[in-house]
């Protein structure tokens, strides 16, 4: 079994910032691409950033200049720094990772719960 788990969201003060992390746990042998959606109330899920397992990073226009992706491969973990924080950057974030369970299997996509932001004007 393969879990994914977001933390670090939260309310958050207009021009704020905050870190959200995701960690991948279970039967994993490699993981690929990770990556950023948010949901916001009553839109389409969005991607906000991706990071691949060489760590070459994607952004999506909501949060270019304002978003920093990372990740720490021996913990399974990718990171997701935001600052100036913006109401319209209120919604559910949620990790998606390409993993391996082993090496013999081809990667399936996995989806975390996802973690709350809301930002307040």
């Known amino acids: 079994q393969v879990g994914l788990v977001e933390s670090g969201g939260g309310l958050v003060q207009a021009g704020g910032s905050l870190r959200l992390s995701c960690v991948a746990s279970?039967?994993?042998?490699?993981?690929?691409?990770m990556v950023w959606y948010r949901q916001a109330p009553g839109k389409e899920r969005e991607l906000v950033a991706s990071?691949?397992?060489?760590?070459?990073?994607f952004y999506g226009d909501s949060v270019m200049g304002r978003g920093t992706i990372s990740r720490d491969i021996a913990k399974n973990t990718v990171y997701l720094e935001m600052k100036n924080l913006k109401p319209e950057d209120t919604g559910i974030y949620y990790c998606?990772?390409?993993?391996?369970?082993?090496?013999?299997?081809?990667?399936?996509?996995?989806w975390g719960q996802g973690t709350q932001v809301t930002v307040s004007t």
């Open positions: 998606n990772a390409r993993i391996k369970v082993t090496e013999n299997l081809p990667y399936n996509g996995y």
């Open positions: 279970g039967r994993i042998f490699r993981i690929m691409d």
């Open positions: 990071i691949t397992g060489e760590s070459s990073s």
